[in-house]
């Protein structure tokens, strides 16, 4: 067969992704060939394996489906047009029913983590609706499932009845119409064991009650637990978690129950806080979001030697992939750096970081991801991976050489100088301001705004 280009191709996919390719629609009309899986993690002599054997789902050799699907004419299926999913088929409240059942009915669909929910009744979904001035029908962001081709559009009702189901209250709301905002889900479309975490910054982390000190990553606290769960149960609500479609990571991540999610300990750092940093002022209240998939407790040997000889260590473990990391310190060991070793800024430490922290270029290269993300930069000659490339195993490189990817964060209670070496990359931030409740408001701050006729909207 041919691409629009007249180049002749033929489509390859090992048989893990079956059965995506038998679900699309244009997929499904192409000749693919089938190799084994994985191929994540397999050694050279394997993969050269899986080309000289047979497909495992025709029996027959690779090279020769290969070369038969280059040069003989292909006669394509018949394409089957999906049908659109449409807010008006689904109803927008169900009837009434026993909590034992509905519980069932709301794990059976999808929509929970697996553990209870606080069922989302009108008057509850209207209460939670005060924590806002936004329109009830507004709709918060615009998310495309490239996989399923659907456009997710949830309005501020949908975030509303999600953050009920989460056991928020109407004063958390703003901070989860944040999230929703950015469009970024908790969960990723990867094998891999993806997570995600999200940072508060600004009064409201004090207002609403976020713990930002002692335990603030633990399970102790109303605030951090619900808001970071009610990201998890909207990444549902959006088909993030459609097994073999949508979610495909092998062992997942038990952080995506909550994500990680805290506020900055802004009053006992000694730094501007993260938000600052991006460009918002200190006055503002503003959620930011991380990615990555390593987070990592420091050792306890900070008597022994320093931060930054540690997490040469740590970092020195893993390679860096685009640079990130974000390292989670507490307010003791901020203090430390900036009084005791001179770091005057967040900025300062990064650059030192980025300098400091070395790998041999042999375990560089040797790992998967970074042949895989990396290895073809450097093979079209782009800096530094090219020179990279190029030296000897045992030479040493500094592979997050990016210092404005090494992201600062201060959190912790001050009974420990310890930290959190991760390789999350920075993601994005939205403002809370611009969903908090306004006097102005009307309609909204007596409980009667109205629900619209139809949930989430679903369009091709």
């Known amino acids: 067969m041919e691409n629009s280009y007249g ?257 900055e300990n802004e009053e006992r750092s000694v730094w501007e806080p993260f938000h600052v940093q991006k460009g918002f002022g200190r006055e503002e209240s503003v959620v930011s979001i991380f990615r990555g998939w390593t987070f990592i407790n420091s050792s306890g040997a900070a008597a022994n030697r320093s931060v930054t000889e540690e997490l040469n260590i740590l970092y020195g473990a893993f390679p860096a992939v685009g640079s990130n990391a974000t390292i989670i310190l507490d307010p003791l060991v901020a203090k430390d750096l900036k009084e005791g070793q001179g770091f005057a800024t967040k900025e300062e430490f990064s650059r030192h970081l980025s300098e400091n922290i070395k790998m041999t270029a042999d375990r560089y290269w040797k790992n998967d991801y970074v042949q895989m993300l990396v290895g073809s930069e450097a093979d079209k000659g782009v800096e530094p991976y090219a020179s990279w490339k190029k030296l000897p195993g045992d030479a040493l490189i500094a592979p997050y050489h990016l210092p404005e990817r090494i992201n600062i964060l201060v959190v912790g209670g001050e009974t420990s100088p310890v930290f959190k070496a991760t390789d999350f990359g920075y993601v994005t931030s939205a403002s809370i301001d611009r969903w908090l409740p306004q006097e102005q408001a009307a309609g909204c701050t007596d409980g009667s705004c109205g629900l619209p006729d139809a949930p989430i909207e679903y369009d091709d």
């Not at 008006?88 to 929970?112: I, R, S």
């Open 7 to 263: 180049i002749p191709v033929a489509p390859l996919s090992t048989e893990g992704f079956k059965s995506v390719v038998d679900g699309d629609a244009l997929a499904s009309v192409l000749p693919f060939v089938y190799l084994q899986h994985p191929v994540i993690g397999v050694v050279p002599e394997t993969l050269d394996a899986y080309i000289a054997g047979n497909d495992p789902v025709t029996g027959r050799p690779v090279m020769e489906e290969i070369i038969e699907v280059l040069t003989k004419p292909v006669s394509p299926k018949k394409r089957q047009d999906t049908a659109a999913v449409k807010a008006g088929d689904k109803p927008a409240l169900l009837g009434p029913d026993t909590e034992e059942n509905l519980q069932e009915l709301f794990y059976q669909n999808g929509w929970t983590d697996g553990s209870p929910i606080i069922l989302p009744t009108e008057e509850r979904v209207r209460k939670m609706l005060t924590g806002t001035s936004a329109a009830p029908d507004e709709v918060v962001a615009e998310i495309f499932l490239f996989d399923t081709r659907e456009l997710i559009k949830p309005t501020v009702t949908n975030i509303a009845t999600i953050a009920v189901m989460a056991g928020a209250k109407p004063e958390y709301f703003p901070v989860i119409l944040a999230i929703a905002s950015t469009g970024q889900s908790s969960f990723m479309p990867s094998t891999t064991p993806f997570e995600a975490m999200v940072v508060v910054n600004g009064p409201i982390a004090k207002k609403i009650g976020m713990n930002s000190g002692i335990g603030a990553f633990s399970a102790v606290n109303k605030a951090n637990s619900v808001i970071g769960r009610a990201w998890t149960l909207m990444s549902l609500c959006w088909g993030f978690a459609r097994n073999r479609t949508t979610l495909w990571s092998s062992q997942g991540n038990n952080h995506t129950y909550n994500n990680l999610c805290v506020a």
